[in-house]
């Protein structure tokens, strides 16, 4: 599953993560991806793990709100790859602050996503941190 999922992050010239709030009425936040999204996947105990190479920062945030969900595009204004919730707990895509404010940076950490066909996730689970100005 998450060799095919690697795949189509890069169809593109590097995959973007578009967070927004609830809805997805509100864009917070657009960080992009390298042009090879993620390292190899290698299998572990749960199933299956693979690493982001390189995502970079969106220097500032688009609007203030709350990130309630997000989608991952192939490229800017390409194909949508997978969306779900974002947050600060059991989200698929999880914050160490999901409040964003306008002009401060987003950051996403060195993050690992895992899958197993056996949990029944819709997605890959993935953590991400705010940058400490817009906490």
Same mark, same amino acid.
């Given at each position: 599953m #998450?060799?095919?999922?690697?795949?189509?992050?890069?169809?593109?010239?590097?995959?973007?993560?578009?967070?927004?709030?609830?809805?997805?009425?509100? #864009?917070?936040?657009?960080?992009?991806?390298?042009?090879?999204?993620?390292g !190899?996947?290698t299998?572990?105990?749960?199933?299956?793990?693979?690493?982001?190479?390189?995502?970079?920062?969106? !220097?500032?945030?688009? @609007?203030?709100?709350?990130?309630?969900?997000?989608?991952? #595009?192939?490229?800017?204004?390409?194909t949508?790859?997978?969306?779900?919730?974002?947050?600060?707990?059991? @989200?698929?895509?999880?914050? =160490?602050?999901? @409040?964003?404010? =306008?002009n401060?940076?987003?950051?996403?950490?060195?993050? *690992?996503?895992?899958?197993?066909?056996? *949990?029944?996730? *819709?997605? !890959?689970?993935?953590?991400?941190?705010?940058? !400490?100005?817009?906490?």
């Open positions: #998450l060799t095919a999922l690697k795949t189509y992050f890069d169809t593109g010239t590097g995959a973007i993560i578009e967070v927004y709030t609830e809805g997805f009425a509100t #864009l917070l936040a657009t960080l992009q991806m390298a042009a090879v999204s993620f !190899p996947v299998q572990v105990a749960i199933g299956a793990q693979m690493t982001a190479v390189a995502i970079t920062a969106d !220097p500032a945030a688009d @609007e203030t709100g709350r990130a309630a969900v997000f989608k991952i #595009l192939t490229q800017p204004s390409g949508m790859i997978l969306r779900g919730t974002a947050g600060e707990a059991n @989200e698929d895509l999880v914050f =160490q602050n999901s @409040e964003f404010t =306008q401060a940076a987003v950051e996403f950490g060195a993050q *690992r996503s895992r899958s197993s066909l056996n *949990r029944g996730k *819709r997605m !890959p689970k993935s953590t991400a941190t705010a940058n !400490p100005s817009s906490i």
